[in-house]
């Protein structure tokens, strides 16, 4: 049995934890506020964006002789499908609960999937959590790295990404480009998500089966059987160039934003339950605590009333 010194000795030290986990428990709390009220100005405008997107692209296709002065032009042709790019967003830190595990574990099988399919996955990857793992547990093709993002996105940051990603299917390097990452429901709950990026066909007619268990798109457009007639000013290559780093861009502005609201909600709720757990600790300790004292005032009260009994 522990004397009493052990006790006290632990009961500081969880009441230290304690305060600490406290702190970022309301850290995160103050910041998951902002954070969501990003995510959810950021989210209409999105989703307009990809329709107007999606139906230009689809009035593109009629007008492919017109672009090929077009940086983007690569877009509206029709491609097989071997490399598949991906991006996986994690954090930069832990303490988050199972927000960078469920991530990671879900890219990871993902990743399984893809290569049983004959076709050849190719990540960049942001945040070191997956840095780190993929660094020490797979062995795939890495197209880019980036950290110090998810604490507090920026539109410069997107467009990093974007470029990138952009870049390697231009240049055929991928032929696909979709997005892991965690879609914010509330202040306790978020869920993993698959996002196809590019090519824009696939918010029309996206083939999940690339994507195991994750067969659904927050931000996906339906085809509408009554399109109106598109007219492009100045003209057809002006319009695409312009378009398509503003929605790429966006795009993957948007999915950091989630990204960063799923972290920090986790984050609270993960320190939320530390701080419970850390005071019903100390209640046990306490109790323990009260139980070895009384052992110990016991014993001495029977050694002085045996000490007395042998004096008689």
């Known amino acids: 049995m522990p004397n009493l010194k052990d006790i006290r000795r632990r009961i500081k ?10 702190a970022m428990r309301m850290v995160a709390a103050a910041k998951v506020k902002r954070a969501e009220n990003k995510v959810k100005a950021a989210r209409p405008y999105t989703s ?14 009629n007008h492919v002789e017109q672009l090929s002065n077009s940086r983007y032009g690569e877009l509206l042709k029709a491609r097989a499908i071997r490399n598949i790019g991906i991006v996986v967003i994690t954090s930069d830190r832990g303490l988050c609960g199972n927000y960078n595990s469920s ?17 050849t996955p190719k990540f960049y990857l942001v945040g070191n959590k997956a840095i780190q793992a ?25 467009n990093l990404i974007a470029q990138t990603m952009t870049q390697a299917f231009v240049d055929e390097k991928i032929d696909t ?18 996002s196809p990026v590019i090519p824009v066909r696939s918010f ?18 339906s085809a509408s059987k009554l399109k109106p007639e598109l007219l492009m000013e100045p003209d057809a290559v002006t319009t695409l160039d312009a378009i398509v780093p503003m929605y790429v861009s966006n795009l993957f502005y948007t999915l950091l934003l989630e990204g960063s609201a799923s972290e920090l909600a986790a984050r609270m709720t993960a320190m939320s339950n530390a701080t419970t757990n850390a005071g019903d600790m100390i209640n046990r300790l306490t109790i323990q605590y009260n139980k070895v004292r009384q052992a110990a005032i016991t014993q001495e009260i029977l050694e002085i009333v045996g000490g007395a009994e042998a004096l008689k």
Do not use: C
């Not at 991530?103 to 076709?119: C, P």
């Not at 993929?134 to 997107?158: C, K, M, N």
């Not at 480009?177 to 698959?194: E, G, N, R, W």
């Open 177 to 194: 480009i979709d997005v892991l990452s965690t879609h914010f429901v509330s202040m306790i709950s978020y869920k993993v998500q698959i």
């Open 48 to 61: 307009e964006l990809q329709k107007v997107f999606s139906n230009v692209f689809n009035d593109l296709q």
């Open 13 to 22: 030290s969880v009441k230290s934890t304690q305060k600490i986990t406290q």
């Open 103 to 119: 991530v990671i574990r879900q890219a990871f099988r993902l990743e399984r999937e893809v290569k049983a399919r004959g076709l």
């Open 204 to 221: 029309i007619d996206w083939e999940p089966e690339l994507i195991p268990s994750l067969n659904d798109s927050h931000y996906s457009v």
């Open 134 to 158: 993929f660094a020490r547990y797979s062995e795939s093709e890495v197209l880019g790295r980036s950290t110090g993002i998810s604490a507090a996105p920026t539109v410069q940051d997107a």
